[in-house]
């Protein structure tokens, strides 16, 4: 680990100056000599891991253990990110006991300090998810957090998929070429979901695998808050069914549990999100391939892995009839 003063690039720079303001308004922080090294190296594929921002594990003295993690975003990443924003809701969500706790924002340097889980926690696997306590434990959290106080950030799907394809513009190179399907899929799914009435829920909105950490007696805390928000639970729960079942019986299974009982409206509903969201991170992630210096991460591989998915689902016989009846 290193100590501050000699910043390798410009992530460190925003990290130094974090740090030297969180160690400087944190009364047991006071008189310690941070010292910090890189936590989650990025990855774009074929995980989207650690690419919108930097991590670094911290620790108070030289040779220390770290106890504390720094999240700093990416500065070609903010028109995307709200820090503040993200600070609220982790705040909320740690209060639940289902996050570790938020110390400092740094809204100017956008980071965020938080206590470290430590060594024991890990985060989920695919094969985790799929264990009938593991989704059940994940799903209860989706439940208590939706259960709380609106987080005050109002957020879509649908208008995020307007924004990046603004933000992308209709001539970019990087769209697949049926990107004009899909699009058309997904203004069809906005308008039968819309149709059809949503509720809105204060919810993670961010259930990758790497971001549901399960501890040595199965406990999970969530961590990135960066997509927390307000929004239709349905679309959580769809985006977590997509990534942990590999298969719609899964999926029905996952439904029975958060429901108390399968309903065929709520499994509709959340295949119809599931698609949504695959167009969603697809088109997040060639923004990112636009706007990242990170010329090494495969941005572009990510973004054609969630297209695939989002063309799979759409063009499923029978996926209009599971619009119609939402």
């Given at each position: 680990?290193?100590?501050?003063?000699?910043?390798?690039?410009?992530?460190e720079?925003?990290?130094?100056?974090?740090?030297?303001?969180?160690?400087?308004?944190?009364?047991?922080?006071?008189?310690?000599?941070?010292?910090?090294?890189?936590?989650?190296?990025?990855?774009?594929?074929?995980?989207?891991?650690?690419?919108?921002?930097?991590?670094?594990?911290?620790?108070?003295?030289?040779?220390?253990?770290?106890?504390l993690?720094?999240?700093?975003?990416?500065?070609?990443?903010?028109?995307?990110l709200?820090?503040?924003?993200?600070?609220?809701?982790?705040?909320?969500?740690?209060?639940?006991?289902?996050?570790?706790?938020?110390?400092?924002?740094?809204?100017?340097?956008g980071?965020?300090l938080?206590?470290?889980?430590g060594?024991?926690?890990?985060?989920?696997?695919?094969?985790?998810?799929?264990?009938?306590?593991?989704?059940?434990t994940?799903?209860?959290?989706?439940?208590?957090?939706?259960?709380?106080?609106?987080?005050?950030?109002?957020?879509?799907?649908?208008?995020?998929?307007?924004e990046?394809?603004?933000?992308?513009?209709?001539?970019?190179?990087?769209?697949?070429?049926?990107?004009?399907?899909?699009?058309?899929?997904?203004?069809?799914?906005?308008?039968?979901?819309?149709?059809?009435?949503?509720?809105?829920?204060?919810?993670?909105?961010?259930?990758?695998?790497?971001?549901?950490l399960?501890?040595?007696?199965?406990?999970?805390?969530?961590?990135?808050?960066?997509?927390?928000?307000?929004?239709?639970?349905?679309?959580?729960?769809?985006?977590?069914?997509?990534?942990?079942?590999?298969?719609?019986?899964?999926?029905?299974?996952?439904?029975?549990?958060?429901?108390?009982?399968?309903?065929?409206?709520?499994?509709?509903?959340?295949?119809?999100?599931?698609?949504?969201d695959?167009?969603?991170?697809?088109?997040?992630?060639?923004?990112?391939?636009?706007?990242?210096p990170?010329?090494?991460?495969?941005?572009?591989?990510?973004?054609?892995?969630?297209?695939l998915?989002?063309?799979?689902?759409?063009?499923?016989?029978?996926?209009?009839e599971?619009?119609?009846s939402?």
């Amino acid at each position: 680990m290193k100590a501050p003063g000699a910043p390798a690039d410009a992530s460190e720079r925003l990290a130094e100056a974090a740090l030297a303001q969180a160690f400087s308004a944190r009364p047991e922080l006071r008189g310690t000599a941070p010292h910090y090294a890189v936590a989650v190296p990025g990855l774009a594929s074929p995980s989207y891991h650690g690419v919108e921002s930097a991590t670094y594990r911290v620790a108070v003295s030289a040779g220390a253990e770290p106890t504390l993690f720094l999240k700093v975003s990416e500065p070609c990443a903010a028109a995307l990110l709200d820090p503040a924003a993200a600070f609220r809701a982790a705040e909320g969500i740690a209060a639940l006991g289902l996050a570790p706790e938020p110390l400092h924002l740094a809204e100017e340097e956008g980071a965020i300090l938080f206590r470290c889980l430590g060594p024991d926690w890990r985060p989920a696997t695919l094969d985790t998810l799929q264990r009938p306590d593991a989704m059940a434990t994940v799903i209860d959290a989706f439940r208590r957090i939706g259960a709380g106080d609106a987080f005050g950030r109002r957020w879509s799907v649908f208008a995020a998929i307007r924004e990046l394809r603004a933000l992308l513009g209709p001539d970019a190179d990087s769209l697949p070429p049926d990107a004009w399907f899909l699009f058309d899929w997904a203004e069809a799914i906005e308008a039968a979901l819309t149709a059809a009435g949503t509720d809105i829920r204060p919810a993670h909105a961010d259930p990758h695998a790497s971001n549901l950490l399960f501890g040595p007696d199965g406990t999970l805390r969530l961590v990135d808050f960066d997509m927390a928000c307000d929004t239709d639970p349905h679309y959580q729960l769809g985006a977590f069914l997509n990534e942990a079942c590999p298969f719609e019986t899964a999926m029905m299974a996952g439904i029975e549990m958060a429901e108390g009982a399968f309903r065929a409206d709520a499994f509709n509903r959340a295949r119809a999100y599931a698609a949504a969201d695959d167009l969603h991170w697809g088109l997040r992630a060639l923004a990112m391939d636009r706007l990242s210096p990170r010329r090494a991460l495969e941005f572009r591989k990510y973004a054609a892995w969630r297209f695939l998915r989002c063309r799979m689902r759409v063009g499923r016989p029978g996926f209009e009839e599971t619009l119609r009846s939402l």
